[in-house]
């Protein structure tokens, strides 16, 4: 199994202009969720989806949108992208219990975003 | 958003030496897990912990879960280089999904 699998790992682009970070999981993990870490932040949640079809925002999700068409892949849209989006940002999956809490995140490396 | 207040923020400590840090939170969690992040990775799961005044260990690392289940605690004994990195805490309700994380330990550990 390759887990969870991040691309790209490095992207630098310009204030305005658009892109998708990709993100897929090989482990048939109903719960997917995008996160961002920045300096004395923590991870933040930006969104997040239960299944195939159903997407929810999480704390921060001003400037992205997701979608979750397959089980496996969870991409997360910038449309325009600003300065303030420059981040780390980390796609992480896991199994729905229903009733009891989720198993635990599986994280991807991460993609680390400058907007110039 | 939830906070979950994470300390200490940084450590540096001399090889063999033991390192306590813990996780607080103004809500009760069902769920504490412990990850620590290498540097250009993603977090990795050290611990979970289910039940209030669990007591876990993984190697050298024990964890436990708070009995009032607002906090956590993570105890690295005989610490060595290979522990350097950063760990978060986070915790998760019985309803939801979502998972909250605090802000972070960066460990330095000193030959």
């Known amino acids: 199994n390759a887990g969870v699998t991040q691309t790209p790992k490095f992207q630098v682009l310009k204030t305005g202009q658009s892109m998708t970070l990709q993100c897929a999981q090989d482990m048939n993990h109903e719960y997917m969720s995008w996160y961002r870490q920045d300096p004395g932040m923590g991870l933040r949640l930006i969104h997040y989806s239960v299944g195939a079809g159903i997407t929810d925002q999480g704390e921060v999700p001003n400037g992205y949108n997701v979608s979750r068409s397959t089980t496996e892949d969870f991409p997360l849209r910038l449309l325009s992208a600003a300065p303030s989006q420059t981040s780390v940002y980390f796609c992480?999956?896991?199994?729905?219990?229903?009733?009891?809490?989720?198993?635990?995140?599986?994280f991807g490396n991460g993609t680390r975003l400058t907007v110039t | 958003g939830q906070q979950l207040n994470q300390s200490p923020q940084s450590m540096f400590i001399q090889e063999g030496e033991d390192v306590s840090m813990n996780c607080t939170s103004s809500?009760?969690?069902?769920?504490w897990l412990w990850y620590k992040q290498d540097p250009g990775e993603g977090p990795v799961l050290l611990i979970a912990?289910?039940?209030?005044?669990e007591l876990t260990s993984n190697g050298r690392l024990t964890a436990q879960f708070g009995i009032t289940r607002k906090d956590s605690f993570l105890n690295i004994s005989a610490s060595i280089p290979s522990d350097v990195g950063i760990y978060f805490c986070?915790?998760?309700?019985?309803?939801?999904?979502?998972?909250?994380f605090g802000t972070g330990t960066s460990l330095t550990v000193i030959p």
């Open positions: 912990l289910y039940k209030a005044g």
């Open positions: 992480a999956s896991s199994y729905r219990r229903t009733g009891s809490p989720n198993s635990p995140l599986h």
């Open positions: 986070a915790g998760q309700r019985n309803t939801g999904n979502q998972f909250y």
């Open positions: 809500s009760i969690f069902n769920t």
